[in-house]
């Protein structure tokens, strides 16, 4: 990935292929990853780097939210947070207001190349994106400063005290994590180039106004996501599990 340091959030722009025309056909320009296509697509790019279809989607795909579920089945082997949703906002709102004085960067994705693959989640957007020949990357906990990437404008922000990160969660179901320990319930995986805390830190996440202690285990690429969630039975932040999910959310944790 390459960093972009900017002066102003304004000057936050993206390159890629508006939704309408990623829907209508993947024969566009080479070289450009559409950012949105119905949920569950991959696309393969050719030898000529055009984006193929290589599983088709669905127009539409039904996950269960936080509305239509019984949140008595939040799967109780992930602790619920202490604080309640005001406390948690105060702290985020604080992240934000230290960040101020910190230099703001844009990252942005490797271009495609023949060969890579791109999947996307349960709302259509990005969710992995597997380059043939992996660019190189050292993964530690970034230097202080506000990161903002993706097509869901995710955002990590890093200082002396705390890291949060705001934007979107996706899944996964890796049964190694990044020490080689058996990943559980209530694992996560963070964005390894950029924020990767030690092993076994206790993170509180947010989504559909749940909040749920959970435990860095892995990191990973997470080109469009700021967690991502290990699998579990019954019901995690309002949603049932499907390997296809991905919702917004954020996260904290003191360093």
Known sequence: ?????????????????????????????????????????????????????????????????????????????????????????????????EALSLPFFIIENEKPQPG????????????????????????????????VYGASNNTITITSSKVSGVGRFTVFNDTKGDNDNDLVVGDVATKGQYDNPKSGTKITATANGISKIVTKNDNGALDNAVLDIWKWSGVMFGYTYNELLSFSGSYYYNR
């Not at 993947?26 to 279809?53: H, R």
């Not at 996307?120 to 400063?145: C, K, L, W």
């Open 1 to 97: 990935m390459k960093l972009r340091k900017v002066i102003s959030c304004g000057l936050l722009a993206t390159s890629l292929l508006s939704p309408s025309l990623a829907l209508a056909s993947t024969n566009v320009e080479p070289g450009v990853i559409p950012s949105q296509m119905p949920a569950g697509t991959v696309i393969t790019f050719d030898q000529e780097n055009n984006p193929v279809i290589t599983k088709q989607g669905l127009p539409t795909l039904k996950i269960k939210d936080a509305g239509e579920v019984d949140l008595s089945k939040e799967n109780p082997a992930v602790p619920k947070s202490s604080i309640s949703l005001e406390e948690y906002n105060k702290v985020l709102e604080g992240i934000k207001k």
């Open 116 to 147: 890579t693959v791109v999947s996307y989640g349960s709302d259509g957007q990005i969710n992995t994106i597997e380059n043939a020949v992996p660019a190189m990357t050292t993964y530690a906990t970034a230097a202080n400063g506000t990161y």
